[in-house]
Structures are given as C-alpha cells and as structure tokens.
C-alpha cells in the first residue's frame, strides 16, 4: 500500500510540472519528497503481555507407535501395506511362511488326541476297579495302581494340549496383523526376505495421537510445571503457533546432553500429521506487562536497530533497544526507544529519510485518477490559463 501510494504520488508530481512549466515543476518535485501515508501503514505501539521462560526444543512423535517384529523364522510370503498406507486394527500386513509350523500343529493335535484316548481309557478303568472294590472283588493295591496311571495320563494329557495351544499361537504368529488404527511409517521387509525371531518387519503409527518431545535446559527446569502452557512452531508449518500443555516431566536429566525431557500434548485440533519433525516453542512459566513492537516495524542495519516514528507529521527515524521475541505473535520487546502511543510505520521502505514531511492521505490523488494514456495523447479542449 505504501509503495503504491510513493509510486502514484511521484508520477502525479511529474506529470504536473511537465504541463505548468519550471516554476510548477520546482514545486512538484518538493510535493514529490513528501510521504503520502494512509492511516493502515501506521501502528501505534502499546504495552502487551510479553511471555518468559525456558525454550524447548525437540520433535513431532505418536504417543502410539509399534515396531513390528517377528516372533518366528519364516520367510516372508507377503508384504500387504506400503509407507503412507492407512491401516485398520487386526488387519493384516505382512504373512510369513507357515509350512513347518502347520506339521507341528498337525503332530502337536495327534499327541492331543492319543493323550485324550489313554486319560479317557485309564479313567474307565479306574471306575469299574473302585465299584469291584466295593464288593470286595479287587484289592486296594490293584486300585492305587489303576488311580496312578489314570493321574500320569491326566498330566500327560494336560502337557499335550499345552503344547497343541503352543503350535496353534506359533502358527497365527506368521500372519503379522495392525495393533491398532494407524499409518504405516516404515516397512523393513520384502516378500522373499528371510526373518528370524526379533527382526523389525514394519512400523505403524496413530497419527492423531501427536505430541511434542522437547528438551529443557537442566539450568531451567525448576520452572516448568505440569499444566504449563506452551507456544511452538513445527518445521513445515512455519506460519501456524501450535498451543500445547506440559504432560510430563522425566525425573532424569540426559547424562550426555543435561537436558531433561518434557512431553507437551496439544490443545489445537488440528495438529501435523508427519512424525519426526523439529520443533521449537517457549514454555509460558510467566508472563510480564512491556511495550511490544511488530517484526515488520522493526529495521535491522549491522548491529544496529531503528523503527520508523512519526512525530509532528514527520518520520523520526528512533534507535530501539529490543528484547526477547514474544512466541505467540513473534512481537518484539522494546526496552528503550519508544514509549507508549507512538506511531510508526508498519511496514517501512528503504527509500525513506529522517525528517522527511508525512502527508496523511485520505483518498487517491486527483491527478492520479485523471491521468490516462488517452489524455495524455489528446491536447485539452479548454485553453490554458493566461494562454
């Protein structure tokens, strides 16, 4: 808008001192150094709410999240999901080769089955001896001996069914299936590969169960609390503030780095789909009452910083002093420089210059509106004044 306005002002200014000879020209060329500002450039400074405290830094990570290994050597026969595919709970995703496991089922409900017959046959006998028993017919010793084969085959029988369960589980544990809704993020395994017990065959994530897994300086960890909350941005997302709250803090500091782990859940309900993404924020553990200035407001030259101030319908150019940069609204702290109620320019050019006139502007310039090529083709139907 302000660029604009420079443009539009500064061919008004040419174009009426080439109709009105030198002595209007001098004079357009000093209307031209004037600054035409419209009310929306300018911003008036004001105390704000200026949050402190420690910086956290980490990345985007599920809360559910599932490495998939093998619990048997087979080979892969099949890989159903690939990186990015949805997933259902209990769907299947990979299979493994089931031939072996499928004979020791088979042998495992055999020995089941013999197990059964010779429980089911020494408890008949066991029966009929203790109704001879009672008329006399069979001697004690007979009936002890017949109750200590019918219990050994009561053992017998419950080990065979134990191991019959076991061949059952051994064999559903060839068809790896989803623990839960989610994304596959990472698949390690191809149809022919060979896995052995524990090698990682794919990942699944519940992507809407995100999180911030940040770290805190141990210098500054006494002033993070449960419940705290917290303004980041996530790298890929550079112009959203994501809100989130302190969850958990890790009673350990890392030995390595000294920084202890704090866990931030989200309060946004829109939230990054991708995990392992960077992320920095503030922690809010306070919060002060200071002069806050725009980022846009602000010019930086070397090491020097300066806002545009405009005062008495000029442009002031005023050194600031800044502090630290509120995360919420990337708003800077002014600590000296400026008070409250000063104007300056929101977005301030290059091309302006301390003490220059500030004009304020109302509505575009009539010479502006008026001037079109078709104007500038024709000569004017009344004559020139004094001509």
Same mark, same amino acid.
């Given at each position: 808008?302000?660029?604009?306005?420079?443009?539009?002002?500064?061919?008004?200014?040419?174009?009426?001192?080439?109709?009105?000879?030198?002595?209007?020209?001098?004079?357009?060329?000093?209307?031209?150094?004037?600054?035409?500002?419209?009310?929306?450039?300018?911003?008036?400074?004001?105390?704000?709410?200026?949050?402190?405290?420690?910086?956290?830094?980490?990345?985007?990570?599920?809360?559910?999240?599932?490495?998939?290994?093998?619990?048997?050597?087979?080979?892969?026969?099949?890989?159903?999901?690939?990186?990015?595919?949805?997933?259902?709970?209990?769907?299947?995703?990979?299979?493994?080769?089931?031939?072996?496991?499928?004979?020791?089922?088979?042998?495992?409900?055999?020995?089941?089955?013999?197990?059964?017959?010779? +429980?089911?046959?020494?408890?008949?006998?066991?029966?009929?001896?203790?109704?001879?028993?009672?008329?006399?017919?069979?001697?004690?010793?007979?009936?002890?001996?017949?109750?200590?084969?019918?219990?050994?085959?009561?053992?017998?029988?419950?080990?065979?069914?134990?191991?019959?369960?076991?061949?059952?589980?051994?064999?559903?544990?060839?068809?790896?299936?989803?623990?839960?809704?989610?994304?596959?993020?990472?698949?390690?395994?191809?149809?022919?590969?060979?896995?052995?017990?524990?090698?990682?065959?794919?990942?699944?994530?519940?992507?809407?169960?995100?999180?911030?897994?940040?770290?805190?300086?141990?210098?500054?960890?006494?002033?993070?609390?449960?419940?705290?909350?917290?303004?980041?941005?996530?790298?890929?997302?550079?112009?959203?503030?994501?809100?989130?709250?302190?969850?958990?803090?890790?009673?350990?500091?890392?030995?390595?780095?000294?920084?202890?782990?704090?866990?931030?859940? +989200?309060?946004?309900?829109?939230?990054?789909?991708?995990?392992?993404?960077?992320?920095?924020?503030?922690?809010?553990?306070?919060?002060?009452?200071?002069?806050?200035?725009?980022?846009?407001?602000?010019?930086?030259?070397?090491?020097?910083?300066?806002?545009?101030?405009?005062?008495?319908?000029?442009?002031?150019?005023?050194?600031?002093?800044?502090?630290?940069?509120?995360?919420?609204?990337?708003?800077?702290?002014?600590?000296?420089?400026?008070?409250?109620?000063?104007?300056?320019?929101?977005?301030?050019?290059?091309?302006?210059?301390?003490?220059?006139?500030?004009?304020?502007?109302?509505?575009?310039?009539?010479?502006?509106?008026?001037?079109?090529?078709?104007?500038?083709?024709?000569?004017?139907?009344?004559?020139?004044?004094?001509?």
């Amino acid at each position: 808008m302000l660029q604009h306005i420079f443009l539009v002002l500064a061919f008004g200014a040419a174009l009426a001192g080439c109709n009105k000879g030198p002595q209007a020209s001098d004079k357009a060329a000093v209307a031209a150094a004037d600054v035409l500002i419209a009310p929306e450039d300018l911003i008036t400074v004001r105390n704000g709410s200026l949050v402190s405290g420690p910086v956290i830094t980490g990345s985007i990570q599920p809360e559910r999240r599932a490495d998939l290994r093998a619990e048997v050597s087979a080979v892969v026969l099949r890989v159903l999901k690939e990186n990015g595919e949805s997933v259902k709970r209990g769907e299947l995703l990979v299979r493994l080769d089931d031939t072996s496991i499928r004979d020791s089922v088979t042998s495992a409900e055999a020995a089941a089955r013999s197990a059964t017959q010779t +429980f089911d046959q020494t408890e008949r006998q066991l029966q009929r001896l203790k109704t001879l028993r009672g008329s006399g017919m069979a001697s004690l010793q007979q009936l002890e001996d017949t109750e200590i084969r019918r219990n050994n085959a009561q053992s017998d029988l419950v080990a065979a069914q134990a191991r019959n369960v076991q061949a059952r589980q051994q064999l559903q544990r060839t068809e790896v299936r989803a623990p839960f809704d989610g994304v596959v993020s990472e698949r390690k395994v191809s149809a022919g590969d060979t896995a052995q017990i524990g090698k990682e065959l794919l990942k699944v994530v519940d992507t809407t169960s995100m999180r911030f897994e940040g770290f805190v300086s141990a210098d500054r960890i006494s002033s993070v609390k449960l419940g705290q909350n917290v303004a980041f941005r996530v790298n890929g997302y550079n112009q959203k503030i994501f809100s989130g709250t302190v969850k958990r803090v890790d009673p350990a500091a890392n030995p390595t780095t000294r920084q202890v782990e704090v866990l931030v859940g +989200f309060i946004d309900s829109t939230q990054p789909r991708v995990s392992g993404l960077y992320a920095e924020g503030r922690i809010e553990a306070g919060s002060s009452q200071v002069l806050m200035i725009p980022d846009a407001a602000v010019v930086r030259n070397g090491d020097k910083t300066y806002a545009w101030r405009v005062a008495d319908a000029r442009l002031v150019k005023t050194s600031l002093v800044v502090g630290e940069r509120d995360p919420r609204r990337g708003d800077f702290a002014v600590l000296s420089g400026l008070s409250d109620g000063d104007q300056v320019v929101r977005n301030p050019l290059s091309t302006l210059k301390d003490g220059q006139q500030v004009v304020a502007a109302t509505a575009a310039p009539a010479a502006a509106v008026a001037v079109t090529p078709d104007t500038l083709a024709k000569p004017s139907d009344k004559p020139a004044a004094g001509g």
